[in-house]
């Protein structure tokens, strides 16, 4: 099982590996959520949905804006059968376990479903 602080301890590409070892591994992935829906970010005019290997480094992020919301399980079936599609027909992009201060990882929906197959 995937320790928070080692995954934070490592630098993104250790991180990038780890994230998509741990969402194979568990079958699923996680983002946040609220009522209206989930949690999107902004980052150099690219927008995108943030998803992370566990719930806890999801419930991480949760703070000052996004404190009402709650991690949420997407099995791989799911995203792979419905988010992608979805991101993709609205130009959105995924954005790979985002840390604070630091630049994320950002992939296309078909580019981020080809490396959990």
Known sequence: MLKDDEFIS???EQRLASFFATVKEQGELFILNDDDGCVMLTSDDEEGV???PTASLASMWADQEWAHCEPKAISL???LSRWTSGLSKDFLNVIIAPMPAEESELMAPE???DKLA
């Open 77 to 79: 079936d799911v995203w």
């Open 111 to 113: 580019d981020f479903a």
């Open 10 to 12: 490592q630098n993104p």
């Open 50 to 52: 943030p998803v992370w």
